[in-house]
């Protein structure tokens, strides 16, 4: 079996007394797009700036491709990092930021830069300080790439982004790691769990600077239910299965519950959860999971 593209192992990294990230263990394998969600706060950022070498944790262990994350030619030639505020020089275009990649990147593919940004209709020769939001996302997308980097580490990189924009930059993301055969490995920082679930086959979700979920988004639905039935005392359920959240009425229990093994009781209606119900029942967000789609037992809601 190949080496995982991202392991972290006991990861803790603190600002003076404020800690960042604790005993942060996760592993993305290659050719995966890894959604890394969480509140803010949570250490996302600080988590992608560690795999970027750019700061250093004060405990436990990190490697990319098998590398300790360092500031050197050789890794940083392998690593696509894009900071949410995407850096670009706003009286330049995007041929010269092209041309500029080419004397600064070995592996540099000007051609494949021009040819995503040619047919997203993304001028090449007009200064970037004039392109809308997503037009200036796509350069700043399209030039990371042409790095050829075998690890791409994106940090909130749609958040500013209308609807249309956020769908054409996901596109060209899924693409690009279509087209590398497997060898490219995404790890993208996102509140946007509606968009993260229609491109990302991997997950990471932190919560209280600590790791709450680590593993391929199937799998990990797969393990999780919702669970409806009449209000009741819930101890002979928690023997075998672990309540993620619970949301209880005078009347009714919706459980998001990660299984043990069979739910038997015969009195709760079992449903499938999606990723935006799992993500919010662990972060424990402000109200309750989006449990619509469910049905009612015993009364309306």
Same mark, same amino acid.
């Given at each position: 079996?190949? $080496?995982?593209?991202?392991?972290?192992h006991?990861?803790?990294?603190?600002?003076?007394?404020? *800690?960042?990230?604790?005993d942060?263990?996760?592993?993305?394998?290659?050719?995966r797009?890894?959604?890394?969600?969480?509140?803010?706060?949570?250490?996302?950022?600080?988590? $992608?700036?560690?795999?970027?070498?750019?700061?250093?944790?004060?405990?436990?262990?990190?490697?990319?491709?098998?590398?300790?994350?360092?500031?050197?030619?050789?890794?940083?030639?392998? *690593?696509?990092?894009?900071?949410?505020n995407?850096?670009l020089?706003?009286?330049?275009?995007?041929?010269?930021? *092209?041309?500029?990649?080419?004397?600064? !990147?070995? !592996?540099?593919?000007?051609?494949?830069?021009?040819?995503?940004?040619?047919?997203?209709?993304?001028?090449? !020769?007009?200064?970037?300080?004039?392109l809308?939001?997503?037009?200036?996302?796509?350069?700043?997308?399209?030039?990371?790439?042409a790095?050829?980097?075998?690890?791409? $580490?994106?940090?909130?990189?749609? =958040?500013?982004?209308?609807?249309?924009?956020?769908?054409?930059?996901?596109?060209?993301?899924?693409?690009?790691?279509?087209?590398?055969?497997?060898?490219?490995?995404?790890?993208?920082?996102?509140?946007?769990?509606?968009?993260?679930?229609?491109?990302?086959?991997?997950?990471?979700?932190?919560?209280?600077?600590?790791?709450?979920?680590?593993?391929?988004?199937?799998?990990?639905?797969?393990?999780?239910?919702?669970?409806?039935?009449?209000?009741?005392?819930?101890?002979?359920?928690?023997?075998?299965?672990? *309540?993620?959240?619970?949301?209880?009425? =005078?009347?009714?229990?919706?459980?998001?519950?990660r299984?043990?093994?069979?739910?038997?009781?015969?009195?709760?209606?079992?449903?499938?959860?999606?990723?935006?119900?799992?993500?919010l029942?662990?972060?424990?967000?402000?109200?309750?999971?989006?449990?619509?789609? $469910?049905?009612?037992?015993g009364?309306?809601?």
């Amino acid at each position: 079996m190949s $080496l995982p593209a991202i392991k972290t192992h006991c990861l803790t990294k603190r600002y003076r007394k404020v *800690i960042a990230l604790q005993d942060c263990s996760v592993t993305v394998p290659e050719g995966r797009i890894c959604a890394l969600v969480g509140p803010n706060g949570a250490g996302k950022t600080t988590l $992608l700036r560690v795999l970027a070498g750019l700061v250093r944790p004060v405990a436990g262990s990190v490697a990319v491709l098998g590398a300790v994350p360092r500031q050197s030619p050789d890794f940083l030639a392998s *690593i696509g990092y894009l900071a949410q505020n995407m850096p670009l020089y706003r009286r330049l275009s995007a041929e010269d930021h *092209i041309r500029a990649g080419a004397h600064m !990147n070995a !592996n540099w593919d000007a051609a494949s830069a021009r040819d995503r940004l040619n047919r997203l209709d993304v001028p090449l !020769n007009r200064a970037v300080g004039t392109l809308s939001g997503g037009q200036h996302a796509q350069v700043a997308l399209a030039l990371t790439l042409a790095k050829r980097p075998r690890v791409l $580490l994106l940090d909130e990189p749609v =958040a500013a982004l209308d609807p249309l924009a956020r769908r054409q930059f996901l596109g060209t993301l899924t693409a690009a790691v279509a087209d590398s055969g497997g060898e490219l490995t995404v790890m993208l920082s996102s509140h946007l769990v509606g968009d993260l679930e229609r491109v990302c086959d991997h997950l990471v979700l932190l919560a209280a600077s600590r790791v709450q979920l680590c593993g391929d988004t199937d799998d990990l639905l797969a393990t999780h239910k919702i669970l409806v039935g009449a209000r009741k005392d819930t101890s002979a359920l928690e023997r075998t299965h672990t *309540i993620v959240h619970a949301e209880r009425t =005078a009347r009714q229990d919706t459980l998001l519950v990660r299984l043990g093994g069979p739910v038997i009781d015969p009195g709760y209606e079992i449903a499938d959860v999606s990723l935006e119900e799992l993500v919010l029942g662990y972060m424990g967000a402000g109200g309750p999971p989006a449990y619509a789609h $469910l049905t009612a037992i015993g009364e309306d809601r």
